[in-house]
């Protein structure tokens, strides 16, 4: 928001305090040294008031000091509480930036100063150097000098505190300020306005909460709104930004709320959730956008820890594509479990490097897989006698298989690398875990594989094949697959493009307007992976729950309006941001689907279902990937299309991906 668009009421408090910001910049630009010079000369002289306000209100007279008594009260009063002041700390301090421990030593020095005054003048009165309780030494001095020494040092410091943390009045104009308001009055909300009031970029202008009973009353200074009052509240106070802070609501009450503030132009922000707030306070820069799981507004399945825990604890777990998104979340949540060894195998150095670092900081940090021993290790699951090395030395109870190509269009262009990768590694790693009695190997799949038009979802389809056939064969291994939409956040994820696109200014671009996904977080997903891997007896391609699917037009405008933004079109050409319809990618599909057929039966979890779809014996899908081998080294994509054709059902190709 700039000046121009504030109300005239707050813009003509602005030249009121100019020279007040003036003597602010002033003080702050002195040296350190100068400083403490400053505030232990106003302490004296506070000292000093409050010794003669101790007699005027004792006498009920005007007091002048013309007694040797009184001339030892005027000294021993500032003498004793600087000295309390130095010794605790209290002149080391940053008025910007203190807070209520400030006041604590304040006190402490002040019951110092008492203890000292009653003391010293009983050692005086007992030497006959005073008259203790006299007109000229009443004992009341001993208990009002410290409170009134209190009271003014103590406001003093309030004073400054406001005026050198901005003395940002809440009808002072603007235009670097983020004008918010806080929607929840509860203890993340008394946190988040502590956290806000030493930044230079936030202004707290009030509260939000729908409990009728705090509406209309104030919170150290911040008066309490009503939801409905935000119609006239937003424009006369110039608000920009909301911060939500209500971790203990579900994500559907969160949903409701957000899309009710939707239809305001403001900024909604986010605190962490409840278990990041345990720690019982909150920095600046804990304020973020909202989570994905916001913007979709559909409840997290709840994970069975039996499940989870049950094929991982204190066995000897390998996963392929560590590194990646998926792969990557499934070795945070298998650490949980306290596997004795997990093996983390993938093809790029640098994302191997990243999540074994990561994991040992875990491990360091004593969160939890204090037990388990993490070995990463280079290598495509393409090469036979890698993966075969592998398994001979680690002997993996079982395999989590996410190593994949899955980006569509790099996949279209290269799709004998994408069918090498996706199938080929895959019956590599297959034969090998038999080879190495492995116990349980799960893959994971994706929608993409039901009906594919693109060669990455036949590729995932054909994987999937694979290990149905191998399934058939008495083997040690039990073989399943999980199948599962888009997960956001991953590589390729469009809310985090959509958030760039945003910051840039847009165009937010998206394929087609009616485009639609599922969508998952990808702990979520990692969760559903592991429990499905615990139900397994052979065979079985496990669906994920994935809620119902999302039109991505929507949750462009949705992410635009949360942003405080409008949508730019023909009926807004003043619009800030601009969607714009770029056309559907080679393979791309306006719809994506998680079963061929229509019969999924039930499981153990309601959030995992079980898919039954046709597959080929193990000997004749052999010799069809022998043939579709042979068509890959000749280099025939005709031939590999056709070849896909035949064994993928559904399989309808993009003609434009054929050169």
Same mark, same amino acid.
């Given at each position: 928001?700039?000046?121009?668009?504030?109300?005239?009421?707050?813009?003509?408090?602005?030249?009121?305090?100019?020279?007040?910001?003036? %003597? =602010?910049?002033?003080?702050? /630009?002195? +040296? $350190?040294?100068?400083? @403490?010079? !400053? *505030?232990?000369?106003?302490?004296?002289?506070?000292?000093?008031?409050?010794?003669?306000?101790?007699?005027? %209100? =004792?006498?009920?007279?005007? /007091?002048? +000091? $013309?007694?040797?008594? @009184?001339? !030892? *009260?005027?000294?021993?009063?500032?003498?004793?509480?600087?000295?309390?002041?130095?010794?605790?700390?209290?002149? =080391?301090?940053?008025?910007?930036?203190?807070?209520?421990?400030?006041?604590?030593?304040?006190?402490?020095?002040?019951?110092?100063?008492?203890?000292?005054?009653?003391?010293?003048?009983?050692?005086?009165?007992r030497f006959g150097k005073v008259n203790f309780g006299s007109v000229e030494l009443p004992r009341s001095i001993l208990l009002v000098v410290p409170l009134l020494s209190l009271l003014l040092t103590g406001g003093a410091r309030a004073l400054a505190h406001s005026l050198l943390s901005g003395f940002r009045n809440k009808n002072l104009a603007s235009t670097h300020l983020s004008r918010l308001l806080i929607y929840g009055a509860g203890s993340a909300g008394m946190q988040a306005l502590a956290a806000i009031a030493n930044s230079p970029?936030?202004?707290?202008?009030?509260?939000?909460?729908?409990?009728?009973?705090?509406?209309?009353?104030?919170?150290?200074?911040?008066?309490?709104?009503?939801?409905?009052?935000?119609?006239?509240?937003?424009?006369?106070?110039?608000?920009?930004?909301?911060?939500?802070?209500?971790?203990?609501?579900?994500?559907?009450?969160?949903?409701?709320?957000?899309?009710?503030?939707?239809?305001?132009?403001?900024?909604?922000?986010?605190?962490?959730?409840?278990?990041?707030?345990?720690?019982?306070?909150?920095?600046?820069?804990?304020?973020?956008?909202?989570?994905?799981?916001?913007?979709?507004?559909?409840?997290?399945?709840?994970?069975?820890?039996?499940?989870?825990?049950?094929?991982?604890?204190?066995?000897?777990?390998?996963?392929?594509?560590?590194?990646?998104?998926?792969?990557?979340?499934?070795?945070?949540?298998?650490?949980?479990?306290?596997?004795?060894?997990?093996?983390?195998?993938?093809?790029?150095?640098?994302?191997?490097?990243?999540?074994?670092?990561?994991?040992?900081?875990?491990?360091?940090?004593?969160?939890?897989?204090?037990?388990?021993?993490?070995?990463?290790?280079?290598?495509?699951?393409?090469?036979?006698?890698?993966?075969?090395?592998?398994?001979?030395?680690?002997?993996?109870?079982?395999?989590?298989?996410?190593?994949?190509?899955?980006?569509?269009?790099?996949?279209?262009?290269?799709?004998?690398?994408?069918?090498?990768?996706?199938?080929?590694?895959?019956?590599?790693?297959?034969?090998?875990?038999?080879?190495?009695?492995?116990?349980?190997?799960?893959?994971?799949?994706?929608?993409?594989?039901?009906?594919?038009?693109?060669?990455?979802?036949?590729?995932?389809?054909?994987?999937?094949?694979?290990?149905?056939?191998?399934?058939?064969?008495?083997?040690?291994?039990?073989?399943?697959?999980?199948?599962?939409?888009?997960?956001?956040?991953?590589?390729?994820?469009?809310?985090?493009?959509?958030?760039?696109?945003?910051?840039?200014?847009?165009?937010?671009?998206?394929?087609?307007?009616?485009?639609?996904?599922?969508?998952?977080?990808?702990?979520?997903?990692?969760?559903?992976?592991?429990?499905?891997?615990?139900?397994a007896n052979g065979g079985e391609v496990f669906v994920l729950d994935m809620g119902d699917p999302v039109k991505i037009y929507d949750l462009a405008c949705r992410m635009i309006e949360l942003s405080g933004l409008t949508i730019k079109s023909d009926k807004n050409p003043d619009?800030?941001?601009?969607?714009?319809?770029?056309?559907?990618?080679?393979?791309?599909?306006?719809?994506?689907?998680?079963?061929?057929?229509?019969?999924?039966?039930?499981?153990?979890?309601?959030?995992?279902?079980?898919?039954?779809?046709?597959?080929?014996?193990?000997?004749?899908?052999?010799?069809?990937?022998?043939?579709?081998?042979?068509?890959?080294?000749?280099?025939?994509?005709?031939?590999?299309?056709?070849?896909?054709?035949?064994?993928?059902?559904?399989?309808?190709?993009?003609?434009?991906?054929?050169?």
């Amino acid at each position: 928001m700039v000046a121009s668009e504030l109300p005239a009421n707050i813009l003509s408090m602005e030249n009121r305090f100019k020279s007040l910001m003036l %003597l =602010r910049d002033w003080l702050l /630009n002195l +040296p $350190r040294i100068y400083k @403490q010079i !400053i *505030v232990i000369f106003t302490d004296f002289c506070f000292c000093l008031l409050a010794v003669w306000l101790a007699y005027v %209100l =004792r006498l009920d007279a005007f /007091n002048i +000091p $013309r007694s040797s008594p @009184q001339f !030892i *009260v005027y000294l021993l009063s500032p003498v004793l509480l600087i000295s309390g002041y130095w010794y605790l700390g209290v002149y =080391r301090a940053i008025f910007r930036y203190t807070g209520i421990s400030i006041l604590k030593k304040l006190s402490q020095a002040v019951l110092f100063q008492f203890a000292s005054y009653a003391t010293l003048l009983w050692i005086l009165s007992r030497f006959g150097k005073v008259n203790f309780g006299s007109v000229e030494l009443p004992r009341s001095i001993l208990l009002v000098v410290p409170l009134l020494s209190l009271l003014l040092t103590g406001g003093a410091r309030a004073l400054a505190h406001s005026l050198l943390s901005g003395f940002r009045n809440k009808n002072l104009a603007s235009t670097h300020l983020s004008r918010l308001l806080i929607y929840g009055a509860g203890s993340a909300g008394m946190q988040a306005l502590a956290a806000i009031a030493n930044s230079p970029l936030f202004m707290t202008l009030g509260f939000i909460d729908d409990d009728p009973s705090l509406q209309g009353r104030e919170i150290h200074g911040n008066r309490i709104y009503g939801f409905h009052e935000l119609d006239e509240i937003i424009p006369s106070m110039g608000v920009s930004d909301v911060i939500l802070a209500l971790p203990s609501l579900t994500r559907i009450q969160r949903f409701q709320i957000i899309e009710k503030l939707r239809t305001f132009p403001v900024h909604v922000r986010s605190l962490p959730n409840i278990d990041e707030l345990a720690s019982g306070h909150i920095q600046i820069q804990d304020v973020k956008e909202l989570d994905i799981e916001d913007l979709l507004g559909r409840s997290t399945i709840q994970p069975k820890p039996e499940l989870i825990s049950q094929n991982i604890n204190n066995k000897v777990i390998l996963v392929t594509g560590a590194g990646g998104s998926i792969g990557g979340e499934l070795c945070r949540q298998l650490l949980k479990s306290n596997p004795s060894v997990l093996v983390l195998f993938d093809v790029s150095e640098y994302s191997l490097y990243s999540i074994e670092q990561e994991l040992l900081k875990i491990v360091l940090l004593g969160r939890y897989g204090k037990f388990t021993k993490i070995m990463p290790l280079l290598g495509s699951v393409s090469d036979q006698s890698r993966v075969d090395e592998i398994l001979f030395l680690y002997r993996p109870e079982v395999i989590f298989h996410a190593a994949a190509y899955k980006h569509v269009p790099l996949v279209e262009i290269s799709p004998f690398e994408g069918l090498k990768n996706n199938v080929l590694g895959t019956q590599v790693l297959a034969t090998s875990a038999i080879k190495h009695g492995v116990s349980n190997f799960v893959l994971i799949s994706t929608d993409k594989a039901v009906r594919p038009t693109n060669i990455m979802g036949a590729s995932k389809r054909l994987a999937e094949m694979v290990l149905q056939a191998y399934s058939g064969e008495k083997t040690r291994t039990t073989f399943s697959m999980v199948r599962f939409g888009n997960v956001l956040g991953s590589s390729g994820s469009v809310v985090p493009l959509f958030r760039q696109q945003i910051l840039q200014g847009g165009p937010i671009t998206i394929t087609d307007i009616e485009v639609t996904r599922y969508f998952m977080t990808i702990p979520e997903a990692a969760e559903l992976v592991i429990q499905s891997g615990a139900m397994a007896n052979g065979g079985e391609v496990f669906v994920l729950d994935m809620g119902d699917p999302v039109k991505i037009y929507d949750l462009a405008c949705r992410m635009i309006e949360l942003s405080g933004l409008t949508i730019k079109s023909d009926k807004n050409p003043d619009g800030d941001i601009e969607i714009k319809v770029i056309g559907l990618r080679p393979g791309e599909k306006l719809y994506e689907e998680l079963l061929i057929g229509d019969n999924p039966s039930p499981t153990q979890h309601p959030g995992i279902m079980q898919a039954r779809e046709n597959f080929l014996n193990l000997e004749d899908l052999k010799k069809e990937l022998e043939l579709l081998n042979q068509y890959m080294e000749s280099h025939s994509i005709l031939k590999v299309i056709e070849q896909l054709k035949n064994l993928v059902a559904g399989f309808v190709p993009d003609s434009r991906h054929i050169n």
